[in-house]
């Protein structure tokens, strides 16, 4: 489901970047050094809620679980399949891609490989985070081009 970090209690003491296993947390240009959740990277851990001080880290409810409601992988018919949310995307839908791990298949795209009319969660709230928090998706963009 990802986290928030609550603005107005975040102090900037860093404990929850430096816990981070997938370097989710991102330093805002701000005076007091605030931090921001990168939904896209974020795995829903916790780490960073059980380590924080403050108590500034919360569930966001708007973001998808993986694999949770509404994820297509959590439906009978795909639940053979297994998602790489977490690495490189579709190069031309931008869509995580899928495989069989038990029939030794290559990574491809659900849409425009396969034909399946299905969406991830994640994936798709991608529109509404670039217009409140385009440094994400920089970040996701430099971090995807890495890997």
């Not at 959590?74 to 995580?96: D, I, M, T």
């Not at 491809?108 to 399946?116: I, N, R, S, T, W």
């Amino acid at each position: 489901m990802s986290h928030f970090v609550l603005a107005e209690e975040c102090i900037g003491c860093g404990a929850c970047e430096f816990v981070c296993p997938r370097n989710a947390l991102l330093k805002t240009d701000s005076f007091l050094g605030l931090f921001i959740i990168n939904p896209f990277t974020c795995d829903d851990c916790g780490d960073c809620v059980e380590k924080c001080p403050v108590w500034a880290i919360e569930p966001d409810p708007e973001w998808a679980v993986c694999y949770g409601p509404g994820c297509p992988l959590g439906s009978r018919r795909l639940r053979k399949f297994e998602c790489n949310v977490w690495q490189a995307p579709c190069h031309k839908c931008g869509s995580p891609l899928w495989r069989q791990p038990a029939k030794g298949e290559e990574w491809v795209c659900p849409e425009c490989d396969m034909a399946l009319r299905v969406r991830c969660p994640r994936v798709h709230k991608l529109s509404g985070v670039e217009e409140s928090h385009p440094e994400l998706v920089e970040s996701l963009c430099r971090n995807n081009s890495r890997g």
